[in-house]
């Protein structure tokens, strides 16, 4: 985070959906700024957002293009829903780019021509219009016709200070056909935004946003997703978990099983995570449908984020099962999200987990899987850095959090893609073994922070009568290697005659 000064500049309302966030609130008034990224990043929708923002409330805003034309603004805009006429848009066509004989030079350069007359021709529009906001695109047609990059700079030395004391905010587009030379532009500009993509191997592209300098104003640093929907863009600030401290009343939540609830030491703490681990099928979705299902039939408020499943299929599975989550569902109590890895950015999944909390007070969290998280991350570092602010944001708002990490293997040695274990303050463990020729299920609580818990093993069943949790298997040693050994019965001594 950069140091916010003593002085505070007002600022103004960017018309970009979660970009007043990370500017701390808005561009402070009447500066140059610098709007930079390579083709289909989306520079223009956020200049027009920005025009549009201030026409709507009235400002003189305009639009000057160098590059498209006045009509391809104008279907892109409409293509977003917004009307032409709340936009203000100043079409210049270079003159060198006309079929007209008169105007092709014979006698001077064309760069002496074409950079003097364009530039003539902005200020004096900008003299008549006075427009509190300008956006100025782009840049990269004012580099050609300048030709040679000592008189591009001064050209845009002259215009800063043209602007200065003008009282308009000025958005200057550039699409960094210039890359490596143009550092002295970044220096010119007051704040410079910079928009990329992501190539993906396989789904969406991703984008992101960062803010590289904004003097003397405070910003968020770092890489911000990125969407663009019909509407604009959307911008998902990344995460801090420190700005969203607050107190919550402490206490357990039941599961609904008086057994389960015994080994955690009368239910799961509030405000805590927990992570449910073993081998696919063994039952980690069913155990975490329990617990949202319970906590929305208490009136606490549940959501399942479903990343391996089709809801149907989750649905019907816990129906069988005796929870009737459908009735849930209608009430509204209870929500299932089906989670498409190659669609969604890590960026917008934590911010859709955010305003669920926020906006419909969301009790129960539920990740099935991280595996399938990790599959929308761009690498395992992301995941562990954005899972551990995701965590800490969901713990000081007193949700509890459970997530579901499949392990590979179904017996034995087991191992995971990644150690997330350190991240939980619970850790459940679930796992088959064979007794008597048939495949039974075991759980168990490695790890509990808060309170004391049971360290038996017990075992797990579900069926048509729904979930179970037995007494220990005291009978039983080497249960987790999948192939235990039976326990001798005590030696009885006989006395008598």
Do not use: C
Request: aromatic share 6%; hydrophobic share 40%.
């Amino acid at each position: 985070m950069a140091i916010a000064l003593s002085h505070v500049s007002t600022r103004i309302d960017t018309g970009v959906e979660g970009l007043n966030d990370i500017l701390s609130g808005g561009l402070p008034a009447g500066q140059m700024y610098l709007l930079e990224g390579i083709p289909g990043t989306g520079k223009t929708t956020i200049a027009l957002q920005f025009i549009r923002t201030a026409i709507l409330a009235g400002e003189a805003a305009l639009y000057v293009t160098l590059s498209e034309s006045k009509r391809e603004l104008e279907s892109s805009a409409r293509s977003h829903g917004w009307a032409v006429d709340e936009l203000s848009i100043a079409e210049f066509i270079p003159e060198e780019a006309s079929l007209s004989p008169e105007q092709q030079y014979t006698v001077f350069h064309p760069s002496e021509v074409e950079l003097a007359s364009t530039i003539q021709k902005l200020t004096d529009l900008i003299e008549a219009r006075k427009p509190s906001r300008l956006v100025i695109d782009s840049l990269s047609e004012l580099r050609l016709l300048a030709a040679d990059t000592m008189r591009y700079r001064r050209q845009l030395l002259a215009l800063k200070q043209f602007f200065a004391g003008r009282d308009t905010t000025v958005l200057l587009l550039d699409d960094r056909s210039a890359e490596g030379s143009d550092m002295q532009l970044q220096s010119i500009a007051h704040g410079v935004l910079r928009l990329d993509k992501v190539q993906q191997s396989y789904g969406v592209t991703r984008r992101h946003i960062e803010i590289l300098k904004l003097r003397g104003s405070s910003f968020r640093e770092g890489f911000h997703d990125y969407t663009i929907e019909t509407g604009g863009v959307r911008i998902y600030p990344r995460l801090v978990a420190n700005e969203h401290d607050s107190t919550f009343e402490n206490g357990r939540m039941k599961t609904g099983l008086e057994s389960l609830d015994s080994m955690f030491g009368g239910g799961i703490n509030r405000g805590s995570s927990t992570l449910i681990i073993g081998p696919t099928g063994v039952g980690k979705s069913t155990l975490a449908m329990l617990f949202a299902y319970t906590a929305a039939k208490r009136g606490d408020r549940a959501i399942v984020y479903a990343f391996d499943e089709v809801l149907r299929t989750a649905k019907e599975r816990a129906e069988s099962l005796g929870m009737p989550v459908r009735e849930e569902l209608d009430k509204g109590t209870l929500s299932m999200y089906q989670v498409d890895p190659a669609e969604l950015s890590p960026g917008e999944f934590i911010w859709q987990i955010r305003n669920d909390v926020e906006q419909r007070d969301t009790r129960v969290l539920v990740i099935d899987s991280l595996n399938g998280l990790l599959n929308a991350m761009n690498g395992e570092r992301d995941l562990l850095l954005q899972l551990h602010e995701l965590l800490a944001y969901l713990n000081q708002k007193g949700v509890v959090t459970l997530m579901i990490l499949t392990q590979h293997g179904l017996v034995g040695n087991m191992h995971s893609e990644l150690d997330v274990s350190y991240l939980a303050d619970t850790v459940i463990l679930l796992r088959y073994f064979e007794s008597e020729g048939e495949i039974r299920q075991v759980i168990s609580v490695l790890k509990q922070r808060v309170g004391r818990h049971e360290r038996t093993l017990r075992e797990f069943s579900f069926g048509a009568s729904g979930l179970a949790v037995g007494r220990p298997l005291k009978e039983f040693r080497g249960v987790l290697t999948g192939i235990p050994d039976s326990v001798d019965p005590p030696f009885t001594s006989k006395t008598g005659a």
